[in-house]
């Protein structure tokens, strides 16, 4: 079955990688016809090495596939849904513990074969220059050029979008649950502010104290701490917007205490003095259930950022929602320019609504890209159909991811992995971390089930054997 959507109009994807080849697998298995762009081999990449679709390039691991995980509520979700890319993870699965790895080159042969044998998806190989120039024929379109998005392609979005609305660096802080911060050595107050001012009577930060023994110790430590080596052509300008925090303190051991870990306009209610140093903790949502480093965006290796960083006040037993990174990667300031079904603000382009799907709508990791391949598919289908797309559910993984990547509120935005830290409180607090979790899982579950079953009474699920 296909469905005309207006005349010699089809729907174009901009990027064969994750998020576009499913989107395109989902789109076509509707009935609706699909030009699917990809520049590769044509053009290549710093890190691609074929011109396959769905070509993994940085790990063959999907991660974890625990249920009781964010990652895992995800992976149920990608399969509740009928997701073409997780079918294949599936039958391309490698031994790799609790985790889903993938034999990469079957895994995208797999994916590549899918795409180019299908009647309803015309693989159109070269670089886009410009959204305009294929916006014409399209009655949707949905940009998923990824992380490594050309210059050309980059320049016409910021002209599109606005120039300050898309970076090309992702310098990004580590954010810790609130729940496994030691509140018994960190103290609430915003600078030159009594300790308790602010909204609703609490300071706007979370403070962690330094005494001078501690502060020379997590200094030493810090110089001396494993850093991730950047690729040639990520070096050139990465640090010249945002310093590392390790690269500050390398300028010299009192560095940062006039920087990121400054302690002026604070008193530590404790000794009634200022701190000989500080870091500052900012609540990363409303709900206040994460909080970001304020100004510790580093390049330093994963392992590396827990041993160091739980070395500061409070932070002994914290658990990292996020590790920060310092690396190229394109993306648009999503909280401004998406609404909730993925498509862009502010109206189409020569006709067609735009949609954008992967890390360039700043979702991090594999399964965060195709799921919002796979949301955006769902929501052109809607669209086209002349049917209103059911409310994805904040309680379920990519729910939670959405309404945060999309939230005007959200400040300073930078890319996110599905995590519970950004996931609504649960109605009750349980305190063991493992049946929290579980709690968790057991509610996306329920919020998943409702959401699927309004897909398929609005005739949006997928098609069974479609896959």
């Not at 606005?162 to 802080?173: E, I, K, T, W």
């Not at 990547?405 to 305190?431: C, K, W």
Request: aromatic share 8%; net charge neutral; charged share 25%.
């Amino acid at each position: 079955m296909r469905y005309t959507v207006g005349m010699d109009k089809t729907i174009a994807i901009v990027g064969a990688g994750l998020a576009g080849t499913e989107a395109a697998l989902q789109l076509a298995s509707r009935g609706f016809e699909v030009s699917l762009y990809e520049m590769r081999p044509h053009t290549g990449t710093p890190v691609h090495t074929t011109g396959r679709c769905a070509e993994l390039v940085c790990s063959n691991s999907l991660k974890s596939t625990k249920p009781e995980s964010a990652a895992g509520m995800l992976k149920a979700e990608l399969r509740r849904l009928g997701s073409f890319v997780y079918a294949a993870a599936l039958k391309t699965r490698v031994a790799a513990g609790g985790a889903l790895a993938v034999d990469r080159d079957a895994f995208s042969s797999m994916l590549d074969d899918q795409v180019r044998l299908h009647p309803n998806i015309k693989l159109v190989e070269g670089e886009v220059e410009s959204l305009r120039s294929i916006a014409r024929t399209a009655a949707a379109m949905v940009v998923a050029t990824g992380p490594l998005t050309t210059d050309a392609l980059a320049a016409d979005l910021s002209s599109i979008t606005g120039s300050d609305r898309l970076s090309f660096f992702d310098a990004a802080a580590p954010i810790v649950m609130a729940d496994s911060i030691d509140y018994g050595k960190v103290f609430r107050q915003s600078r030159y502010e009594d300790a308790g001012e602010g909204p609703d009577g609490r300071g706007d930060y979370l403070n962690a104290p330094f005494t001078r023994e501690e502060y020379e110790e997590f200094a030493n430590c810090l110089l001396e701490a494993e850093r991730v080596i950047q690729r040639d052509f990520e070096t050139k300008d990465l640090f010249q917007a945002c310093q590392p925090i390790e690269e500050i303190m390398r300028k010299g051991i009192d560095a940062p205490r006039f920087g990121p870990l400054k302690p002026v306009g604070l008193t530590d209610p404790r000794t009634g003095r200022r701190p000989y140093a500080a870091l500052q903790l900012r609540a990363e949502n409303a709900q206040m259930t994460a909080y970001n480093l304020v100004g510790f965006q580093t390049n330093l290796r994963f392992a590396e950022q827990k041993r160091v960083f739980s070395m500061i006040p409070g932070l002994e037993s914290a658990e990292f929602v996020r590790f920060g990174v310092m690396h190229r990667n394109t993306f648009i300031d999503a909280p401004r320019l998406l609404n909730s079904d993925l498509s862009l603000r502010g109206g189409t382009i020569e006709g067609a609504a735009v949609y954008v799907a992967g890390q360039l709508g700043g979702t991090e990791g594999y399964c965060e890209a195709v799921r919002s391949g796979l949301h955006c598919a769902l929501s052109i289908a809607a669209r086209l159909k002349g049917i209103e797309l059911p409310a994805l559910p904040a309680e379920t993984a990519f729910g939670a991811l959405v309404r945060y990547a999309t939230d005007p509120q959200t400040e300073n935005y930078q890319p996110m992995h599905v995590n519970f830290g950004i996931m609504p409180p649960l109605s009750e607090r349980v305190r063991n971390k493992g049946l929290r979790y579980a709690a968790y899982a057991q509610r996306g579950a329920l919020a998943l089930d409702g959401y699927v079953h309004q897909l398929e009474g609005a005739g949006l699920a997928q098609r069974e054997g479609s896959r």
